[in-house]
């Protein structure tokens, strides 16, 4: 079974079943200031969790594009991913435990045929702030599962959420599959990561939305959101224990690494994985016009772009070659993100680019290899840091000069480079999407109304590229050929702060795509709609006075297609001050706003 006929048959057995496909939501979060990346489903879809109405309705399913930066030392073994889809099925308020297991077991038995003696699963063992979970528990026992194979483990395996420090969370039950058969120990159970074991699906029942440090409140409703992985389901349908060994995901990318380095994959496995991983990563950032930088979402592009360049020199590889393997990495995910072939030059570009621009700081380091002496783990660790040599490329360099290298000294000081990492990047807003909301919610209104004045400023021919809100300030993206000129950002930001003053109502409809369309609604990113589309209203009669108040021209200030929060009236927004633009390329234009 390749990886496309997994999808199809997940999304088609859900469909059956009330669910509707919604679109994936972009890999750079559009109005969430708590990550960088989408790093899972939910991400998208929390004003929903906490009770907004999706015009979807409340039984969902996609496939969504995810990345994840916390387990990136992990890469290399046979089943950690930076980059991965994992698909989902929701339900916002509607079933719950008993129908969510039931349904996954019978797809994973009845659908894909996976052998039922074969399944495990853990369930949440309970704690001061929610009781343990017996209630799923039961449900997989009455299916068959024996009850030596429900293994009850704590908050921090069974548990999932909130994003940031508050938002909606609950214990979830995760369904492992016996790849091995084989004990690798004498405690060996799912969740050991000892390989024997492959977490292909977990149900996450999302009953709790945490207000503060150590206080759980029950949420308005009941969720479930579920998440499998493409990847590992793929491999263990296929009884293989590699998922690089998948063909239709990874086939083309390892053989183009094979051509390169001209050796084979069994070679070095660790160091082609770590390669294949990093490239297919660094395409679909590339491909969200994230350029290599040392903050932020360029950081991580840059390290994964590095980290990649440096585990070819492993493989022996000396020339540039990220660009073949990039081109493959395209090519197999082309049909199903027809963005990756519309901007193939651009991404091949900014890669190929910063694997020059690292080849340069290599040799440099190569270099400084040549002044040193004796290789201990330290002067390892200082070569790794400042020129990005791995451990296994200084390790061959110390044998060359009949030294071996001291890896628990190496160690010692990797874990404390490892802890600084993890504390500069927990997140660009300590709260989440679900502290942060007022301030995201105000932002996010403002785009609306910034985009309607552009257009009224400058002309129709504006139309939105792209935007991005962290809690402090908005960046919005446009088509249009020239800088704005002071008059012209003070003549946006005045009509801005107009419709403000007005305190106009925002209203919210929910119809189909073709009606909203007819309606006049503005929309640019046509492939992240769905059917039915929620469409938002900025203009009529106003709250604030005796005196109804409306645009000078009676009809709405802005009409748009969007998903994301909004206030209630444009009074709540404060004030809107343009800090910053930026021209990119020919035809764009970058504004940064903020409140005041």
Not at 427 to 446: I, W
Request: charged share 30%; aromatic share 10%.
């Amino acid at each position: 079974m390749t990886s496309r006929e997994l999808i199809k048959k997940y999304l088609e057995f859900f469909q059956e079943r009330g669910h509707k496909v919604i679109p994936s939501a972009p890999l750079v979060p559009e109005n969430d200031p708590s990550v960088l990346f989408t790093t899972a489903g939910m991400h998208p879809l929390v004003p929903f969790l906490l009770g907004e109405t999706h015009p979807a309705g409340k039984r969902l399913v996609d496939n969504q594009p995810c990345l994840r930066t916390d387990d990136i030392d992990e890469v290399g073994d046979t089943f950690h991913h930076t980059f991965f889809e994992m698909l989902g099925n929701w339900s916002l308020g509607d079933y719950w435990k008993r129908q969510s297991i039931s349904w996954s077991w019978e797809f994973l038995i009845k659908v894909l045929g996976l052998k039922s003696e074969k399944i495990w699963v853990t369930c949440f063992a309970g704690d001061r702030d929610a009781s343990k979970d017996t209630e799923s528990s039961s449900v997989w026992e009455s299916l068959g599962i024996p009850r030596e194979k429900i293994i009850f483990l704590p908050k921090k395996d069974n548990w999932w959420g909130p994003v940031g420090e508050v938002g909606p969370c609950g214990p979830d039950s995760e369904i492992f599959y016996d790849a091995t058969g084989r004990p690798c120990g004498k405690n060996c159970r799912p969740g050991d990561n000892c390989g024997r074991f492959a977490e292909i699906w977990n149900n996450v029942f999302m009953q709790y939305h945490k207000v503060s440090e150590g206080k759980f409140e029950p949420l308005k409703q009941k969720n479930v959101d579920t998440g499998m992985g493409v990847d590992r389901t793929t491999a263990v349908v296929n009884g293989l224990t590699d998922d690089y060994r998948v063909k239709d995901l990874w086939g083309e990318i390892i053989l183009a690494i094979e051509e390169t380095s001209g050796k084979k994959y069994e070679d070095k496995p660790k160091a082609f994985r770590i390669v294949a991983d990093h490239s297919r990563a660094a395409v679909f950032i590339a491909s969200e016009e994230v350029y290599p930088a040392n903050k932020e979402r360029g950081y991580i592009l840059r390290r994964l772009i590095r980290r990649a360049v440096r585990f070819g020199k492993v493989l022996g590889i000396e020339k540039d070659f990220l660009g073949a393997v990039s081109r493959a990495a395209i090519l197999n995910y082309a049909t199903r993100y027809p963005r990756l072939a519309g901007h193939r030059e651009e991404i091949m570009k900014i890669i190929a680019e910063e694997e020059g621009r690292f080849r340069s700081t290599l040799a440099r380091g190569e270099r400084e290899i040549a002044k040193i002496g004796l290789l201990d783990g330290k002067k390892a660790f200082y070569l790794y840091e400042s020129f990005g040599f791995p451990l296994e490329l200084t390790e061959e360099i110390a044998k060359e000069k009949g030294q071996k290298i001291d890896k628990e000294s190496f160690e010692k000081e990797f874990q404390k480079h490892q802890e600084l990492s993890r504390t500069s990047s927990v997140g660009m807003f300590k709260g989440g999407l679900a502290e942060a909301g007022g301030q995201v919610t105000k932002l996010h209104t403002a785009i609306h109304l910034l985009h309607a004045a552009l257009r009224k400023v400058l002309g129709e021919h504006v139309s939105q590229k792209g935007s991005n809100i962290t809690a402090e300030r908005l960046r919005f993206d446009f088509s249009h050929p020239f800088r704005l000129s002071e008059v012209e950002v003070q003549k946006v930001e005045d009509l801005v702060n107009e419709q403000i003053g007005k305190d106009l109502p925002v209203t919210c409809a929910v119809m189909s795509l073709d009606k909203a369309i007819a309606a006049g609604a503005l929309h640019f990113f046509a492939e992240k709609y769905g059917k039915e589309v929620k469409v938002y209203t900025i203009g009529g009669p106003s709250t604030r006075g005796s005196t109804a108040l409306t645009t000078c021209s009676g009809s709405p200030f802005s009409r748009e297609i969007c998903g994301g929060p909004h206030v209630r009236h444009t009074g709540e927004i404060g004030h809107v001050r343009m800090i910053k633009q930026e021209k990119l390329g020919t035809d764009r234009i970058r504004i940064y706003a903020e409140l005041g």
